[in-house]
Each structure stands twice: as structure tokens, then as C-alpha cells.
């Protein structure tokens, strides 16, 4: 069947996401905008106040008789399994019993009238405790014998004893990696109503609503088609949303099939903080052996991460690490290991690149210490250990590289951000001396797009053509602001040749797509966009067998164009062709599906192809550094980002804008700080420092590589943009430490810790100046 393309959205085409209007004005809807219902009551979280503990004794009597508190909830009270682990290890209490394993734990939870009554009363609880001693730090956890959270990997390839051997030069390292809060603008929030028998229903802000709808039965002891979750949209997650949502849903359903009355619960900004996980810290220790030429012969490095108190995602997440740890270069002998570390912290969890951006710092940074050894220039560095062909194409976990576009990309942003010139310009200007001095870099990125839990690559859809020729879209993906629903209302509507304004986007709900995967890995448009097409096609089939047997064409004489269907040399309008099909009893309705061919793992040998395809890209930025205060500003950053044939180009460019920025904060500003009893300190906007307006780059310029289409059969060619942009940044934290060694000139590796705040870019220029 031909397709044209004359109509208002369509693919390969910008579009303005769907709610911008909507989110602008305040009309866009979240699941705290839900009308209460009459009688809906308010939960919230009595938390420990210490790190590490045995509950000695607990008195619940002043919450109980606080005003307007209706019902105290404790791990007594479960009706199932009180447990509400994301990987079904069962290692996460939703209520503490009998030990503290982190400041901020969920030990009981209120429910009042209203949400202040229920925040004030949980204060009132006399909770004694005999103290534990207690671990923050990975290294820390390590030295101490704590144990894994879940169990650790290794990736080998090649021998590393012998490439070591063979090397003419070797550097040994530490790397310190803060984490992150994901501080969206939506906290989490639960919504639940009660049903009949044995049903709830549950509204609440989640990337994953069949693993909350899981963990809902689970706690009350039902089975999973008793319990419905809903999510019309988030206000961000990140990664927050994907398991952390867990403990907050199921104690909303919880409460309200108790009380038989609506409850809805929604902590502080502080309790969000402090009781939900965050991008996991990591401590790398890297060996790195090569030539004189800057040419790698053998990398052996641990990736060691603070986890938290449970498993939670963490396994993944350090296994992703490993995987990242090449980014875009060739090992010919490595051995790569993570080391999840329990530690008495919240339970750290997925964060936008899960593990991967983590694993690219410490590629760089191996880069940043042979560039500086051999007095080169990083990208000479970078370029001589590129994946190549032949011998130089093979992953440490021995999946080829074929789809490799990273020679192209550098070599044209290098070209198009005058990087050569501005290099030897900033040389110049730090050569003079003086208090500010600058730096440059430009790094690459290449990351690999599926879930490595194989069984997650999968995608339902659900589309309906009423008899009035509208179109009803509903998918397994969640919609957090990334336009997901945009770009798979685009795939519809080119698919049935039609105007976007035709197709009505549904809330995600769980009694219409069932089993869905998160919406995370970047997977959200590869996988939801493909169900969506599978269900399209199950529907033109129908109706092309049903007009070429009504016209009497052949079947390849009916075609879809321009909001109308073409049957033979008859053009008929798209609302008569439907209503007519329907009156022919044409079954207007399909549910799609959509499983990524190709990928397979085998994590005991560190073996497979955990991977589809991988996007790349590359960025530029110089940076401006006050070396009396540690201060500093970027001046400019140039990107060229790979999506392939990209669905919606302006989306993705806010995507690769918005991943630059967020990543840069990790880099530079956001600091998590515990203090020496265990509790977090940056636990809201007041003491955690997210960048604003005046820390974005002074010239910003994002382009995509329009000449790049996947290879692979992804949805129309494209490729995954939510994670792949957010590691581009590492050239402003690499820009910050060439600003840092000038003060040295250039002799020695600055070293700088991941966040390079100004406390920390000061010290260093302060160690370096001896």
C-alpha cells in the first residue's frame, strides 16, 4: 500500500507537544488535580530520625488521639505481604518491625481529615531506639564488610595481565561520582478508591503502573486484575518514578480498602527527599595501561556503588555501568566489575541513563589521565581509541559494534565548533596567567538502547476507529513531559494518512494495556510506537481486504492520503470510508504489540547482545573559570546529537537541551551531603543546587544529525533521545579541569570529583599550585 503524506502531523515532522499549551496555562491535569470525591482521606509517613537501629519501643498513642486522625497504619496491619521490593528479592519492608536500616525509613503511616492533620500527628510518635553503627559511603561499606546488595558483575575480554605487560605506560586512579536527586516538579502522589469485593483503583504519578498495580496486590493480598492504576501524566521522573511510586501507591490502596473511603497521599518536599532513592554514587578504580601513542592496551577497573539498605534497581543499574564503561572505545584486554554496596543511606535507584553515565565518566576520565600523561590533546587521545572495523568493533560484554557513526559525527563538530581554533585560543589565554583561566573539550558519547532485563522489551498498544472516523490511542507508556504521546499520536495519525487533531490520547491504565514495561531505557517511543503501528496495520488490513472486495480492486488500489481513502480512481472521505466499514460490520478496533528482535544476555558469562542499536552523539563546551574563588561559568556549548530519523526533531531538540543541562548539574552543581549521624542535609531547593537560568551555556547550540537514519528496524528509523544526550556534558566537567591544570601547565591530571562545585574546582587549583 502507498502512503502520502499531506497531512497536518504525520512523522519526521515538527510538532508541538501535545499539553505545552496546557502545561503553560495550568490546565494540564495530574493526579493531584483529581476531584476528591466526598469523605477522601489524607495519608502521610512517620520516618525514623536515625541512620542505623533496633526499635527498642514503640508508642503510637499521642498520633492516635491527634485531631482529625482517623486510623494509624503499621507492618501489623498488611493484609498481604508487607514487601514492596521492585526486583522480587522481597529485601523492602513497606513498614519498618524491628530495625532502622536508613534516616527517613517508613515506619507507620497516619491518616487524618485532612493533610496537615495527618503530617502533624505523625510528628507525635515515641519511637525508642538501641543505635547501630551505621555506613554511608561505598568505600566505606567495602572497607567495613558490608555486604552486596545483589550480586555483583564482571565483564572480561582479552587478558589483562598481558595487555598490561605489553604496555609502555600504566596509570592507577580513583574516581569519586556523586549522585542525584531527581527533584521533579510533581513529588510522588497516590490517589486510591475503594471498589466492590476485592477492586481498587489507585491514580498516582508512576513510570511503571503494571509493576505499582503488582506491588498493590501484592501488599493487599489480591491478585493483580483486582487492582487498577491510572496515570494521565507526571510532572517528571527520571527514573524516580519507575520503583520508588511502590511504598506511596500501596499505602493509599491500603488505607482506603480499609476505611472503605478515598485516600490520597503526598509528602513534603523534605520527606520526598529523604525517603525516596537517587542516582547511585560510585567510586571508580580504574587501571589503565597504553602506548606512546595514547592507544589503549588494558583497562581493569571496579565500578564500587552506594546503593542504600535494599536492592532495589541497583543491580541493573551497576550492571549498566559496566556496560557504559568503553563508551565509544575499544578495550583489546579489559576486566570490568561493579561492586553494589549495601550502605545505611535510602535505597538508590533508576536516574536518566541508569548506571550508564556513571560508567562514561570513568571511560573519560581514563582518557583525561593518558592525554595528560603524553601532554596531547584529549580528542587526539579519543580518536586513536575509537571502535573501528575488524578487530576493533568487539564491546567487553563481545557485542559487535556495528552501527558505529562516531568518526563523523566528532569529525564534524569538531569542523563546526571551530574547535581547533578556539583550542589554540584558550591555550593563549591561559598561557598569559591571570585569575581567569578557561578550558575546552569536546566528548563523545555512545550508548546502547534496550532494557538488559530482556523480558521488558516489550510494548502493547491499543487503538480504536470509531464509527465517526476519530481515533482512540492508549499504550503501555507514560507520558512525564518527554512528549511520548506526541510522537506515538504522530505514528497514528501517518499511518491512517489522517490530521493529528483526529487522534484522542488516553490515560496509561493498566485495564486496557496490561503487563506494560516501564517507561525508561529510552525505550518508551521504540516500543510503545511500534505496538501502536502493529494495531494500525491489523486495522488497514481489514479494511483494504474489505474495500477491495466492496470496489471490487485489487487490494494494492486502496490507499490512505490525505485524510481520505483513494479505492481505485474513487477518493473517499476518511469518515464515510469509516462509516461505511462499520455498517459492514468491520472490526474497527486492534490491540497491538511489539517485542525487540535480536537482543539476548547471558549475565553468568557477561556475554550476548544486551543491545538493538546504540545512539551517539558528541558535544563542545569552554567554560570560564575565577581561580581566587572557584567560580565559574560556561561560556559555550555546541552539540550534534544522533536520533536517527528523528519522529518529531523539535521535541528532540528539547530533549538533547534539556539532558545537557540536567547532566551538567550533576557534574557541577548538585551535591548530596549526609552528615555524621546519616541523615541527608540537602534535602530541598533551599540546600540542593539545581542549575538555573543563569547557569545554562552563554551560547547554546543544538543541532541533530540529519543525515543519520537507524539502521535497525526501529519505528520509521529513529532512535532513542531521553538518556542518550544526558552524558554530552561531561565536556563541560573535562572543560572545568583543563581551566584547573592550566594553573600547573598542563603537567598533571587535575583529578577533579564528580561534583566539580566551586568548593571542589577550588581545591584543586589550590593542591595543583602546591
Keep these: 500500500m502507498k502512503e502520502l503524506s499531506s497531512i497536518k502531523g504525520g512523522v519526521h515532522r515538527d510538532l508541538i507537544h501535545d499539553s505545552a499549551a496546557k502545561h503553560v496555562i495550568g490546565a494540564a491535569d495530574y493526579t493531584d488535580d483529581i476531584a476528591e470525591p466526598v469523605g477522601t482521606l489524607h495519608a502521610y509517613f512517620g520516618t525514623s530520625d536515625v541512620a542505623h537501629a533496633r526499635i527498642a519501643s514503640i508508642d503510637l498513642s499521642a498520633v492516635k488521639a491527634a485531631p482529625g486522625v482517623v486510623e494509624v497504619l503499621t507492618a501489623a496491619d498488611v493484609p498481604g505481604v508487607n514487601d514492596v521490593s521492585p526486583t522480587g528479592k522481597h529485601d523492602e519492608p513497606l513498614f519498618a518491625k524491628d530495625t532502622i536500616e536508613f534516616w527517613g525509613q517508613v515506619i507507620f503511616a497516619v491518616v487524618a481529615e485532612t493533610r496537615d492533620q495527618a503530617r502533624r500527628a505523625a510528628a507525635l510518635a515515641q519511637i525508642d531506639y538501641e543505635a547501630l553503627d551505621h555506613v554511608v559511603e561505598a568505600d566505606e561499606a567495602i572497607s567495613k564488610g558490608y555486604p552486596n546488595v545483589t550480586d555483583p558483575m564482571t565483564l572480561q575480554r582479552g587478558d589483562v595481565a598481558l595487555g598490561q605487560a605489553d604496555a609502555t605506560h600504566r596509570i592507577q586512579g580513583q ?55 491510572n496515570v494521565r501524566r507526571m510532572g517528571g ?138 601532554s596531547k590533546d584529549p580528542l587526539e587521545v579519543r580518536k586513536a581509541n575509537f571502535y573501528g572495523q575488524m578487530d576493533r568493533n568487539i564491546t567487553p560484554y563481545h557485542q559487535e559494534v556495528e552501527d558505529n557513526v562516531i568518526d563523523r559525527l566528532v569529525d564534524e563538530l569538531e569542523s563546526n565548533s571551530d574547535y581547533q581554533a578556539r583550542r589554540q585560543a584558550v591555550l593563549e589565554h591561559n598561557a598569559k596567567g591571570g585569575i581567569i583561566r578557561k578550558g575546552i573539550s569536546l566528548t563523545p558519547v555512545k550508548f546502547g538502547i534496550s532494557f538488559t532485563a530482556t523480558w521488558y522489551n516489550q510494548a502493547g498498544a491499543l487503538v480504536h476507529v470509531y ?17 511520548l504521546n506526541t510522537k506515538v499520536a504522530q505514528i497514528v495519525a501517518d499511518a491512517f494518512q489522517v490530521d493529528i487533531d483526529r487522534i484522542k490520547i488516553t490515560k496509561t491504565t493498566t485495564e486496557k494495556v496490561p503487563n506494560t514495561s516501564a517507561t525508561a531505557a529510552s525505550s518508551g517511543t521504540d516500543l510503545n510506537g511500534m505496538a501502536a503501528l502493529n494495531a494500525c496495520d491489523q486495522i488497514k488490513e481489514r479494511l483494504v481486504a474489505w474495500a477491495a472486495a466492496k470496489w471490487s480492486v485489487a487490494e494494492d488500489a486502496v490507499n490512505f492520503a490525505g485524510n481520505s481513502v483513494r479505492v481505485g480512481g474513487e477518493e473517499v472521505p476518511f469518515n464515510d470510508f469509516i462509516s461505511a466499514a462499520y455498517m459492514d460490520r468491520v472490526q474497527l478496533s486492534a490491540a497491538g504489540f511489539y517485542k525487540t528482535p535480536k537482543i539476548h544476555w547471558d549475565r553468568a558469562k557477561g556475554q550476548g547482545r544486551p543491545f538493538y542499536y546504540f545512539a551517539y552523539g558528541a558535544a563542545v563546551a569552554e567554560v570560564s573559570v575565577d581561580t581566587l574563588t572557584g567560580e565559574y561559568q560556561v561560556d559555550r556549548a ?76 526501529t519505528i520509521k528509523r529513529s532512535k532513542a533521545v ?3 544526550p544526558f552524558m554530552l556534558p561531561i565536556c563541560v566537567f573535562e572543560a572545568l579541569g583543563m581551566a584547573v591544570a592550566s594553573v600547573a601547565d598542563y603537567r598533571e591530571c587535575p583529578r577533579l570529583d564528580a561534583p566539580a562545585t566551586p568548593e571542589r574546582v577550588l581545591m584543586a587549583v589550590e593542591r595543583l599550585r602546591g
Design 638 to 713: 555546541d552539540v550534534l546529537h544522533d536520533v536517527g530519523k528523528s519522529l518529531n526533531p523539535v521535541l528532540d531538540k528539547g530533549q538533547v537541551e534539556g539532558a545537557f543541562v540536567q547532566g551538567m548539574g550533576w557534574l557541577t552543581s548538585e551535591e548530596l551531603f549526609w552528615d555524621d549521624a546519616g541523615r541527608l542535609r540537602t534535602h530541598a531547593p533551599s540546600t540542593y543546587k539545581i542549575p538555573l537560568a543563569g547557569d545554562i551555556p552563554r551560547e547554546f547550540n543544538v543541532n541533530l544529525a540529519d543525515w543519520s537514519e537507524n539502521r535497525e528496524l
Design 175 to 229: 574516581m569519586r561520582i556523586g549522585g542525584q536527586d531527581h527533584m521533579y516538579l510533581e513529588g510522588h502522589i497516590a490517589f486510591a478508591l475503594p471498589g466492590e469485593d476485592d477492586e481498587v483503583i489507585v491514580h498516582c504519578s508512576t513510570q511503571h503502573p503494571s509493576e505499582a498495580q503488582h506491588m498493590v496486590a501484592h501488599v493487599l493480598g489480591v491478585p493483580n486484575n483486582a487492582v487498577v492504576v
Design 237 to 374: 521522573g527520571f527514573g524516580g518514578k519507575e520503583s520508588q511510586m511502590n511504598q506511596f501507591a500501596a499505602v493509599a490502596a491500603m488505607a482506603a480498602k480499609r476505611l472503605k473511603r478515598p485516600v490520597k497521599i503526598r509528602p513534603d518536599r523534605d520527606q520526598d527527599m529523604e525517603s525516596t532513592g537517587k542516582r547511585h554514587d560510585f567510586v571508580v578504580d580504574y587501571d589503565v595501561a597504553f602506548d606512546g601513542d595514547g592507544r589503549i592496551n588494558a583497562v581493569d577497573a571496579q565500578f564500587a556503588a552506594r546503593c542504600g539498605w535494599t536492592s532495589d534497581l541497583s543491580g541493573p543499574v551497576t550492571d549498566r555501568a559496566l556496560f557504559h564503561a568503553d563508551n565509544t572505545y575499544f578495550y583489546p584486554h579489559v576486566r570490568l566489575q561493579s561492586r553494589p554496596m549495601k550502605t545505611n543511606t535510602v535505597s538508590n535507584t533508576a536516574f536518566r541513563g541508569f548506571g550508564g553515565p556513571q560508567g562514561v565518566v570513568g571511560a573519560e576520565r581514563m582518557i583525561e589521565e593518558i592525554a595528560y600523561a603524553l
Design 467 to 483: 464509527n465517526d472516523g476519530s481515533i482512540m490511542l492508549n499504550h503501555g507508556g507514560t507520558e512525564m513531559g518527554q512528549g
Design 722 to 724: 531521553g538518556e542518550p
